[in-house]
T-cell receptor, first 113, second 114 residues
Framework: EAQVTQNPRYLITVTGKKLTVTCSQNMNHEYMSWYRQDPGLGLRQIYYSMNVEVTDKGDVPEGYKVSRKEKRNFPLILESPSPNQTSLYFC????????????FGPGTRLTVL | GQQLNQSPQSMFIQEGEDVSMNCTSSSIFNTWLWYKQDPGEGPVLLIALYKAGELTSNGRLTAQFGITRKDSFLNISASIPSDVGIYFCAGQQNYGGSQGNLIFGKGTKLSVKP
C-alpha cells in the first residue's frame, strides 16, 4: 500500500530536549516536504527536498533542521524545541513536484512544555 | 513571508446547496492547488491547476486558475454531508527555472447547517 508514515504520532516533550520526527514513504518519490499546521494559520511549509541531498527552506524554517540521505526518509529535527513549536506536523511526498498528487502523512502532534 | 487570502473562513451548508470559495494573492503563482482535510487526517489533493484561465473539474468540484494568475476559486455543486471539512488553496511559484515552495491559504471550514 502506497503511504507516508510518520513517527511518533504524538509527542510531549520539554523545552530544549532534542527530538526527531521521522518520515518515510514507500513510493520512490523524489519530492518530500514538512509542514506545520496551527489554528487560524493553516499549513506552513518548513522545509522541502527535491531529491537526495537536496533540501531547501520553506516559509518557516527557523528552529528546524532536515536531512535527506536516502530517497525514502526525510526526518525533521528540532535541536532545542521551544513552546512555540507546539503544533501539528505533516510530512508529504510526491513523485516530482506539486504537479503530481502530494501524499500527506497522518500527522504528528507535538507539545513542547 | 508571502500570503494567500482565502475566503470565506467558514461557511455553513445545507445539503444540495452550491458552495464557492476563493483565494487571492498580491503575487503571481504558476500553480494553484486545492486540498481537503478531514478531521485527524492530512490534506488530500482535489484539483491542480497549471495555466492561467484553466478550468478543471473533479466530479462535483470545479476550480479555476485566475487569468491574472493571482487568484483561484473552487466551486462545489449540490453539496452532500461528506463535503464538510477544511478546504485549503495552495500556490507555487517558479524562480529562474527552479521550483519554489508551496504557500497555503488559511483554509475554509465547511460545516452542516444546524
Amino acid at each position: 500500500e502506497a503511504q507516508v508514515t510518520q513517527n511518533p504520532r504524538y509527542l510531549i516533550t520539554v523545552t530544549g530536549k532534542k527530538l526527531t520526527v521521522t518520515c518515510s514513504q514507500n513510493m520512490n518519490h523524489e519530492y518530500m516536504s514538512w509542514y506545520r499546521q496551527d489554528p487560524g494559520l493553516g499549513l506552513r511549509q518548513i522545509y522541502y527536498s527535491m531529491n537526495v541531498e537536496v533540501t531547501d527552506k520553506g516559509d518557516v524554517p527557523e528552529g528546524y533542521k532536515v536531512s535527506r540521505k536516502e530517497k525514502r526518509n526525510f526526518p525533521l529535527i528540532l535541536e532545542s524545541p521551544s513552546p512555540n513549536q507546539t503544533s501539528l506536523y505533516f510530512c508529504a511526498s510526491s513523485r516530482l513536484w506539486a504537479r503530481d498528487t502530494q501524499y500527506f502523512g497522518p500527522g504528528t502532534r507535538l507539545t513542547v512544555l | 513571508g508571502q500570503q494567500l487570502n482565502q475566503s470565506p473562513q467558514s461557511m455553513f451548508i445545507q445539503e444540495g446547496e452550491d458552495v464557492s470559495m476563493n483565494c487571492t494573492s498580491s503575487s503571481i503563482f504558476n500553480t494553484w492547488l486545492w486540498y481537503k482535510q478531514d478531521p485527524g487526517e492530512g490534506p488530500v489533493l482535489l484539483i491542480a491547476l497549471y495555466k492561467a484561465g484553466e478550468l478543471t473539474s473533479n466530479g462535483r468540484l470545479t476550480a479555476q486558475f485566475g487569468i491574472t494568475r493571482k487568484d483561484s476559486f473552487l466551486n462545489i455543486s449540490a453539496s452532500i454531508p461528506s463535503d464538510v471539512g477544511i478546504y485549503f488553496c495552495a500556490g507555487q511559484q517558479n524562480y529562474g527555472g527552479s521550483q519554489g515552495n508551496l504557500i497555503f491559504g488559511k483554509g475554509t471550514k465547511l460545516s452542516v447547517k444546524p
